[in-house]
């Protein structure tokens, strides 16, 4: 049975060693060596250290391609064209998937054809030494951004090859990512990477951690992101994790945006342990974006806006280009640019904008409920909570396909483009706040003359895509 409880140094060598012959790169894995190569880098090139000593926002974009000679060009294109502060290495699909032989062969293929034959950067496959020059060779820190639901081996593999910020968590890429995969299992394999990163940690490598915030991407309540985050962020403290980097995803109202980042970040000092550093990092829109560039800029205008008024410590950016789907690097490098501009000009102006406290209170009065839910439920034990939370339905996300979710939560816009709950399910939420999200939902059915329903769901989804925030009814629809 899964506990909130930490690994031992034994157990924690017991699992590495079991891994090793998961991919022939593991066998270089060396943790003492390994420790003493991250000495041996520069302060400009340890990750927790610029992020949690910038007295601004940071822009990181996301980038991942095959070979590791385009992955350094592309990375070094968005540091001096895009201004980024902070660099990536989006892992492809087959390694998150721990098929690491498929991605053998497209990383052969991509080789010999010149093409992106993957959908991002097969870092096992590289080994420790093909990390290690990718991150001497491009000019600022770098983080692991994946998707994996057991990432061990990716964590062994890429810590020791000097990377210092790795993105996940057992709810937040099994929930969202994952249809069969069991979240006990999920949270056990976390707890792996987690204690290893609380062992490098121990020896002086402080190693950043970032559970994901936007969940599925999709209309998420701030409540519930916010609640998963401190929940993989508590279970990651367990496991000795000191660097935090907990993650929101803009749902687009300026208000309740800036309103949950806020929440974000003292909900997480309030519940995590006084050694854990706890930064926050806010994800532009992660729906749909307008096919017409012009547009999608003005989407990403509208991120850098409210990242400025909310000053999260760092803002993962879009491109242009998000329609299309994967961005050339000049696209990339545009929407970091855009950002930036954005952030600049509004970071030092005093704004006041109404509405923001009353909604942080309702915010955090919400994700507090479901906080206290899963200690409640795990008597204690944060792990257990999490279990038993998800089987009950006491916690859930809207859209999810997996089935250790009930996925009964359907979200909808307010009048004013917030993100409100139309369906709770089982959602550990009291009357009354229920009551306040049916009361905003029943004033926009006022207005635009039809009745609460899953219409109202279906058109917000697609509004942003369509150029508006909420998805007013068309002519004729009731």
């Known amino acids: ?182 979240l006990a299992e999920t949270i056990e394999h976390w707890q792996f990477v987690d204690r290893l990163t609380g062992l490098y940690t121990e020896f002086g490598v402080r190693i950043n951690r970032e559970p994901f915030g936007p969940l599925t991407g999709t209309l998420v309540p701030p409540s519930i992101a916010i609640a998963i985050g401190v929940v993989e962020g508590l279970l990651a403290a367990t496991q000795g994790v000191k660097s935090l980097t907990l993650g929101y995803g803009q749902v687009g109202n300026l208000v309740q945006d800036v309103a949950a980042l806020r929440a974000l970040r003292a909900l997480g000092e309030e519940y995590l342990p006084d050694d854990v550093t706890v930064t926050t990092v806010f994800h532009e829109w992660m729906g749909g974006f307008p096919p017409d560039e012009a547009r999608a800029n003005g989407v990403i205008s509208l991120g850098g806006a409210t990242a400025a008024f909310a000053r999260p410590d760092k803002v993962i950016t879009k491109s242009p280009q998000e329609f299309r789907g994967v961005p050339t690097m000049e696209a990339n490098a545009a929407g970091l640019r855009t950002t930036r501009q954005l952030i600049d000009m509004l970071i030092e102006q005093d704004v006041t904008i109404d509405g923001i406290d009353e909604e942080q209170a309702f915010i ?69 706040i229920r009551e306040i999200h049916r009361t905003h939902l029943d004033a926009r059915a006022k207005t635009e003359g039809r009745a609460c329903s899953f219409r109202m769901v279906a058109d917000d989804v697609d509004a942003i895509s369509d150029g508006r925030l909420i998805g007013r009814p068309k002519e004729g629809w009731t």
Request: hydrophobic share 35%.
């Open 364 to 432: 955090e009065r919400s994700a507090r409920s479901l906080l206290d839910s899963v200690v409640s439920l795990g008597d204690g034990d944060v792990a257990q909570g999490t279990l038993r939370a998800f089987e009950t339905g006491a916690l859930d996300v809207p859209f999810a396909p997996s089935q250790s979710a009930k996925g009964a939560v359907l979200p909808a816009r307010d009048d004013k483009g917030r993100v409100r709950i139309l369906e709770f399910g089982e959602l550990a939420l009291d009357d009354e």
């Open 1 to 182: 049975m899964v506990r909130d409880e930490q690994l031992t140094e034994s157990e924690l060598g017991r699992i590495a060693e079991s891994l090793r012959d998961d991919w022939p790169t593991a066998q270089a894995v060396d943790f003492e060596e390994s420790v003493e190569y991250h000495g041996s880098l520069p302060d400009e090139k340890r990750f927790a250290h610029v992020l949690e000593s910038a007295d601004k926002p940071l822009l990181q974009p996301r980038a991942g391609v095959p070979r590791l000679d385009k992955q350094v060009e592309l990375l070094t294109h968005l540091w001096e064209e895009g201004g980024a502060d902070l660099l990536p290495t989006t892992i492809d699909s087959y390694t998150r998937d721990n098929e690491y032989a498929k991605a053998q062969e497209g990383l052969d293929e991509a080789r010999e054809s010149g093409e992106d034959t993957l959908n991002g950067f097969p870092a096992v496959n590289h080994g420790v030494d093909g990390c290690r020059e990718l991150v001497e060779r491009v000019p600022g820190p770098i983080e692991v951004r994946h998707g994996t639901p057991d990432a061990r081996l990716l964590a062994m593999v890429t810590f020791a090859g000097g990377f210092q910020s790795f993105e996940g968590g057992p709810i937040s890429y099994n929930i969202p990512y994952t249809k069969s995969r069991s």
